[in-house]
Structure formats: structure tokens, C-alpha cells
């Protein structure tokens, strides 16, 4: 009877091995060996916050930060073609850049243009062959411009601008009309034959028609940061709330919330692909059917707060907003309901910005860029017969792999033996390696889910009246040193504490030290000050967990103590 | 763990961390005092395996919350009793701290494994056979919770509320689950080895002294 219960328990572990097995052979995937690196270009500082544009041979790419904002022309080859660099706009650049085919309209005559959005509320209108200026016009600020995409109507382009939205001849710019909603950020305007829908940060969810005129259509408690999505079943907006989202299905005549469903902290932009809409935050990519309802097909663990791919073959690509990460990928190949896999293109490090697809001179190009200022761009491989190719062996991963396997079958083996004193060692260590490698990712979800079942008390920061007024509602970090309260504000875009405090550190000139641990990144010293170590505190709550792995709002205050 | 969180409980000044250090140092050495002499040789013995546990630990600082000195008190505590298994945990604690960061909470990590060692010296983990492996594991595995709440009271400093401190344990679960996992390993794999090192051999001198004194009460 024990001999039975043993083979029974070795039919058990044994396909485990083989489960195994068929995984880590298809840990690679099927995107890198579909397509290789053809150039990379640095430009050495700055983020690459949005998706290039291609135009006639050309990669534009827009990047952001404190040097140099530019908008970069690039051959298909590498080379610089031409720069067009605005060093008054504040800071991380994010709108998307717009290309406007030439036209007439009532208004004028246009030729091919560039339309790039800035923060200190410049539009441009730029000549894609020679980044020329055809037209510049100046919008309103406050605290920042232009963060938004923009939608071409016929011969004008609308705009969301920081507090409203407004509408603007290709020809020469002149304003047709602009009209006051909420502050917006990253709010972007969607047309449909009802008007135009925008929302802004009060969770107001704008109505304005053609000639205008603007009504608030709903009201979420809430942010609106992308442009709703128009799909069959109603407009779809993804609402930003402190610790979560929820994807809201409205009403487009009447503004009347027709679903709901919750999600992550911190959402991304959604994209509209047929009739799926993917979205994204911080814990997942979500693939919704919207018919004449929506319903959630498949959710996929992710982290991703910015821009969302779709690829001409239907694939969605995502890029991962976190320090080390590579991007996320859905394939609708093997299944309908969509496979996830991850890509390594080779840059790691914070990203919004999604890929750039185009095709020249018969070869498709895939073009990435993310924070480190890096652009690489990939090229398809022709399909070939399987060869053997000599990749980079992780010996670490797999070392461990099969250490692992090791004391797996050893398990089986003792256990089959009826050795029970080696059966327990053997399990143990294998146990012990189990949750070692799980630890990072179980932490900081255990984390997340007790602050969720026990919020903590927050408590509020106040606001001096000595700060300037464009700190308002924008991302503030205040470091707390041997008595001395140093106070940055007007940052924005910034989606944990570690990132948001990395930037806080440069622009007051801090030195910023940090140490990588397994739980996370543990700041060893800001300014010279290490002491006994950082605490820090989210509009008054402390954290407890590492700072990478705290998400941030914006508006949020920050707070770091020295202990 | 605490140092990637940033928790730390209260900051001692100089000197306060030198009143804190002289007063652990002579627990210690009080520990170690017993009426009866003792060989040399065992006081280089428990020195060097104060040495080597120390030097363990702070080899494997890279790994979170993998404590082998938990496993280590405890069998130090069965084997040689309370006294020497508290001055062992004290030392321990005080010699890898010097390396891995000194402060408020070394107190609480020499309290947490002298407690252990005590509880080891009182719990019958070894028979005639050696170690009592169940009983090991058992022990070994409820002494990483027990090891975590104690240092877990270093962070209290007054400012902190008891839910906030219940939520703060609530935090830290995942690695009490890993050094559970640790321990339960070091004793599965070295426990009887451990424990057999520590086994005090009976002197010919003792065994002389023994026979002595039976034959005078007999007398």
C-alpha cells in the first residue's frame, strides 16, 4: 500500500519536471528571433516620453527633460537629418507628435506639417523635411501647456490645451475657438460625430460641440488622462483614482455610466483596436470586447502607465514602468483571447513611450525608446529555416533552474525509496529556493493588498504660501535634513516615489545615492546625509515598502526624514 | 529587511551606544561565569563557534531574513544550556552587527536568540539518540516568528500605535515565511551534525572526580 501511495506520488512530481521543462524552453520569445537590432542612436539626455512618427524615410522622435527638448529627425539609417530644439518649455514633453497631410481649407492653404505640442504652451508647426517653423502660436499655462494629444478635423486641428480645449487652422494657426473646461494633463481630445469629448483632472467628462461650446457630459471622482475611447458599445474613459482605476463605460448622449469595472493604480492611455480596447496600470493589461457591451476577455499581470502599442499585425506592445522590465507583449497569434509574453529589446529603465512600426524599402521596422534616452530600432528578419544560433546563455537562471530540477527529482527519489530523512532535505531546500525566488514579487503584492485591507491614516500636508503658485497640483517633494526643509515642486509624470525623488534630487542639485536591494531600492543617502537611513511619507502616510514599488500620484506631496 | 525599509526605532547618541555595548558585553560575560572552572579548551570552542556563526551571518546578509544563528541559539541552548546559550546569542549578535550596522535594535536580536537559546535549553530536543528531529523542526520554525515579533518591538518609539504596529507585522509576513524556510533547512541539514558537535564529552578528569566522590559518600 505505502509502494502504491509512493509510485502515485511519483506520477505526481514527475510531469512537473516535464511541465518545467516545456516552460524554460520557451522562455525566449518567438518577437526576438523575428527581429534584430539594426541601430541604436543615444541622445544622452532626456526622455523619449511618446512614440516616434515616420514620414517619408524619416524617424521623428520627440524627447523631453531639463537639456535640450528637442524634436529629432533620423534616416532610416541613423543619421541626423535635422533638430528643432524649444530650450523654454518646461519640463517632460509628452504629447504625442501629430503629422498633418498638406490640405486647403476655408482657412488657408497647408503644406506637409509636424504639429508638436509643448509645455510652456507653444504649438508648432514644423516642417518634416527640414524642421523649419511654419507657424508657432502661444496657449495658456498654468504650471505647465500642452501635455495632450491632439485630433485634425479637416483643416483645423483641435487642441486640449491646459485649461481648455481649442481649435486651430493648419494653415497658419489662427484660433477658430477655445473654450474653458478643467485643468487637463495628458488629456487629449477624442472627435466623433457628436462633438468633441475631452476630460480633465476633476474626473469632469467634457461635451463640445463643433462651434465650441462646452458641457460637462459626467463626473467621475477621479483623473481623465487619456482621450476617451469612442467604441460601439459608448465612450470608454479610464478614471485615475489615488490607490486605484475604474474603466467607465458612458453614455455619450446622455452621460450615463453604462458599466464599470475596476482596476490597478495609475492607469495608461487605452487604445481602441477594432472592437477590443486594451488597458493598462500598474498591475495589469486588460483586453476588453466592446460590442454592444464591453466585457473583460483576458488580463494579463503588467505594469504600464503610459502609451500603449498596436503593432500592424494586431499585437499589442506595452512598455513596463519600472527600473529594470522588459516590455509586454500580447499576441492574438496562438489564441484569441491573446498571449502575453515579454520582449527584450535591450534598454531597460522607466518608459511610456509605445513602439513605432513602419515599413520601408521592403523590410518591416520596429522602433523602441523609453527614459534612457535611448532609441533602438529593429529590423524584421526574413524568414529562414530554423538554424541553430549562438544566444547569450544566462547561466545565473538556468544554474539555478537546475539546481532546482535537482532537488526535485531528488525529492521523487527518496520518496520512492521511503527515505524520509533526505526526502526532508531535499524538499526543504527546494522550498527554501521556491519562495527566494518569489519573495520580490510576493512582497510587494502582500504589501499592496494589506495597505488595501488597511489604509493608514493620512495626514495633511500643509501648503506654504511662500511656494509659487504653479506648484499647484503637481507632483511636490520635500526633504527634511538635520532641521533644514528643502521643498521642489512643479514635477509631473513621475509614477513611484523613487523616480519622482530621483528628479526632485537633481533639480535641487542633491546628491542621491541608492542600493539595490532584494526588496526593492533603499536610498542610502540624499545630499551627503545618510545617518541611520530615509523614511519617507506619501501625503502623509508613510510608506513601507521600497520605494520603486510605491506608486505616486499627481498631485502628491512627498516627504523624506532622515531618521 | 529593516534597513531596506527604512524602519529603525529609536537613534542612540555615542554614548548611549556605548553604555548599550558595555552593558550587553557584560551580560555576557556574566553568562559565562560559573562557580565550576571550566577547560580552556571549551571556552576557545564556544569562541570560535561565536566566531563562525557571526562570520555565517554576515555572509549570507544578502539573502533577506535567512538567519542561520536562530537554528544555531537553539541548539547551542540544548546542548549547553541556558547560561552559555544566551552568551552566545548576545556575542553573536553584538560581532555581526559590527559588520552588518550597530543601533537600538542589536538589543532586541540578543534578546530575541538568548530567548531562543532559553527555550531550547528547556524544550527536550535531544535524547539519547541525538537530536529530536521533529521536535527541531518545530521548534525551529515557531522560534522565526518569535525571533521576528521580538526584533519587530525595536521600531516602537513611542510614535507608533499598537494598529500600526499590528500592520507593520502584517508587512513583514513574507520574510518571517522565508526565515521559517531558512531555518527549517540549516536544521534538517545540520541540525544532528550541529547538535553533535556541541555534545559535551565527559573528561577523564570527571570521570575520576565522579568515581571519587562516589566511593567517599559511600564510605
Known sequence: MIDLNRRFAACFFIPLLFVSLTSAVQSSSSWEQENSLVWEYDFESGFISTAPIYHDGKIIVRTSGSDEPSVTALSVEGELIWKYTNSATLSNDMSPLVHAQAGTSSCGTWPELILVGWTDGTIDAIHPDNGTVHWSIQTEVAGWGITSVFSIEDGDVIVPTRTGVGQYCLADGQQQWWVETGLGWRNGVTATPQGYFSGDEKGNLWKITPQGNATVLSSFDGKIRHPPLETNAGLLVHVQHPLNSSIVLVNSNNGDVIQEFISGPSPAMPVLQNEMVITGDSSSLNIFSCQNSCELINTFPHHTNGEIGVSPDGSIVAPTNTPNANWGMISFVESRDGSYSQIDIGIYGYGTSSPLWFFERGANYTVFGNDQSLLRVFQQIEQQPPSFQQEEFDWGRQGLLFVMYMFLSMSAIFFLNGNSEWFLRSTSVLFLLIILLILPELSSQWSKTFDEQFPQESLDEDWNEEWPESWLETQMVTFDIEGQTYTVGGLSGYGDVYSLTEAATGELGFEFTAEKTEIGWYISSINGHGGDGWEYFVDGTKGVVSADKTPVDSPTRVRWVSV | ?219
Open chain 2, 1 to 219: 529587511m529593516f534597513q531596506a525599509m527604512g524602519v529603525h526605532g529609536p537613534t542612540l547618541s555615542p554614548l548611549a551606544s556605548l553604555f548599550l555595548d558595555t552593558f550587553l558585553l557584560a551580560t555576557a560575560f556574566w553568562l559565562l561565569a560559573k562557580p565550576t572552572k571550566r577547560p580552556v579548551l571549551d571556552s576557545l570552542f564556544l569562541a570560535s563557534l561565536v566566531l563562525s556563526v557571526s562570520l555565517i551571518r554576515v555572509v549570507m546578509q544578502p539573502l533577506p531574513n535567512i538567519q542561520p544563528v536562530t537554528v544555531a541559539a537553539l541548539l547551542v541552548g540544548a546542548q549547553l544550556g541556558a547560561r552559555r546559550g544566551a552568551a552566545f546569542a548576545v556575542l553573536v549578535a553584538m560581532i555581526s552587527n559590527f559588520f552588518m550596522g550597530h543601533g537600538w535594535w542589536t538589543v532586541f536580536q540578543a534578546a530575541g536568540w538568548a530567548s531562543i537559546a532559553v527555550f531550547g535549553s528547556r524544550l527536550p530536543l535531544i535524547t539519547v539518540h541525538g537530536l529530536h528531529m521533529r521536535r527541531a523542526i518545530l521548534a525551529s520554525v515557531l522560534g522565526a516568528l518569535w525571533f521576528d515579533l521580538v526584533v519587530s518591538l525595536s521600531i516602537l518609539d513611542g510614535t507608533i500605535g499598537f494598529g500600526e504596529f499590528l500592520i507593520y507585522l502584517g508587512h513583514g509576513l513574507p520574510f518571517d515565511l522565508l526565515h521559517m524556510a531558512g531555518n527549517l533547512v540549516f536544521v534538517v541539514w545540520l541540525g544532528s551534525w550541529f547538535a553533535g558537535l556541541l555534545e559535551e564529552k565527559t573528561t577523564l578528569d570527571e570521570v575520576e572526580f565522579a568515581a571519587v566522590n562516589s566511593h567517599v559518600i559511600d564510605g
